[in-house]
């Protein structure tokens, strides 16, 4: 009977460390990659994942690697990519040639706020007020940068995070 307890004690601590293993790798996951939005991701993304996802754009400047926009509910979603020049001048990896640079939301009349984001309490975003009422919002680590207008949320940037870009340079 004893070596049962023991054996139950060792499976329960097998599965603790199991649970914090899953855990640990959930948590670096969250801080190596971008933000993505609806599914979209910046550097992993490309343009038939983003049209399968959003339909057909309503512009499309220029071709495979151009810019596209999208009308979507609540605004307009701008996506680019990267170009032969972009993985060129950045150094990066010649694979990287077609898929997400940046995704642009343009919110018509988003009610969010910073307040109601809490994003002054959040210690990874940087706060930056210009003028005309415009502060910005960025988190670099994440690749997440939010505009705000007035007080009132009008454009969100998706961008890979600086552990994205730190690995896709050659």
């Not at 060792?10 to 599965?15: G, W």
């Not at 003028?131 to 949320?153: D, H, M, P, Q």
Request: charged share 25%; hydrophobic share 40%; net charge positive.
């Amino acid at each position: 009977m004893k070596n049962n307890s023991l054996s139950g004690n060792h499976a329960r601590r097998v599965v603790a460390a199991g649970i914090v293993a899953f855990a640990a790798c959930v948590i670096l996951a969250q801080s190596v990659w971008a933000a993505d939005w609806n599914g979209i991701e910046p550097l992993k993304s490309r343009r038939a994942d983003v049209e399968k996802i959003l339909g057909q754009p309503v512009k499309d400047q220029p071709g495979e690697t151009g810019v596209l926009h999208f009308k979507v509910a609540g605004g307009m979603v701008t996506v680019a990519f990267v170009d032969a020049r972009f993985v060129s001048s950045k150094r990066l990896a010649p694979d990287l040639e077609g898929t997400v640079r940046q995704v642009v939301l343009q919110h018509d009349n988003a009610s969010d706020t910073p307040e109601s984001m809490g994003l002054d309490s959040k210690s990874d975003f940087k706060r930056d007020d210009g003028a005309n009422g415009v502060t910005k919002y960025t988190n670099l680590k994440e690749g997440i940068v939010y505009t705000f207008i007035g007080g009132k949320l009008k454009t969100t940037y998706f961008t890979p995070s600086s552990d994205q870009w730190s690995r896709a340079q050659r």
